[in-house]
């Protein structure tokens, strides 16, 4: 667990890929269980660790995770994501060029619990949840190319199934039309940067979440996302 920002009231992680947010059927210690048990030893706390979980990654995503330390700041975090204040950009590896190097989707989605699969529609349907995100294309090698994604909401699976409509499935995503798997069980999908005002002190933040320093893709990526955030 790597954390890349922290104070009295937030707490943000860098998850790496395979790790879980919340508890599952599974049985596997979630992220947010390892972080309660983090701050209890840090600050040798005594008794039970307020620790609020604000949104959440998919297990195969690394990236940003926000936690809350206060029931205030959870409180106002959860609105704010309710109401669309928080920036959230995510950076995909894809092995096919989109045919726009930049455009906005949208669509409906609707999710199955029994398969933990989302469906996308152009169209509204009964219970589908309207969803719309922004990609560009950042660079491409000789085999991969790299999005950077912006969300407009924050819907199950929403990036992966959106890439995915569009010919651009993301590397390793077999649940989304890849044809194969990364080794470690990962997409090539990050939650890479997130920009919001702090719930408590009002001050800006703007977080960016290192790449994985054992990824040889990421890190053939790394110059031309760092130019980015320079240009930026």
């Known amino acids: ?119 996308l529609s152009p169209t509204p349907k009964q219970g589908a949840k309207e969803v719309a995100l922004s990609y560009s294309l950042l660079g491409s090698s000789d085999r991969y190319h790299l999005l950077e994604v912006h969300l407009e909401t924050g819907r199950k699976h929403q990036i992966r199934l959106q890439l995915s409509s569009i010919g651009c499935p993301v590397k390793g995503d077999l649940k989304y039309g890849d044809k194969r798997s990364n080794p470690d069980g990962s997409i090539s999908l990050r939650a890479h940067r997130i920009r919001f005002q702090h719930p408590v002190s009002g001050k800006m933040i703007d977080v960016t979440a290192p790449l994985p320093h054992d990824d040889t893709l990421w890190q053939a990526f790394s110059s031309i996302i760092e130019e980015k955030k320079n240009e930026d």
């Not at 009231?9 to 919340?22: D, L, M, R, S, W």
């Not at 979980?53 to 029931?71: C, E, N, W």
């Open 1 to 119: 667990m790597e954390v890349i920002y922290e104070d009295n009231h937030i707490i943000i992680v860098n998850k790496a890929p395979g790790e879980i947010v919340q508890g599952d059927k599974t049985g596997d210690t979630p992220l947010v269980d390892i972080l309660k048990a983090w701050i209890k030893e840090k600050y040798s706390k005594p008794g039970n660790v307020f620790c609020g979980l604000v949104h959440r990654l998919d297990r195969p995503v690394g990236g940003i995770v926000v936690f809350a330390k206060t029931s205030k700041a959870l409180s106002r975090l959860n609105e704010m994501f309710r109401l669309g204040k928080v920036e959230k950009t995510y950076l995909a590896i894809t092995r096919n060029r989109p045919v726009k190097d930049s455009a906005r989707l949208t669509g409906y989605l609707s999710s199955v619990e029994r398969t933990n699969k989302s469906y």
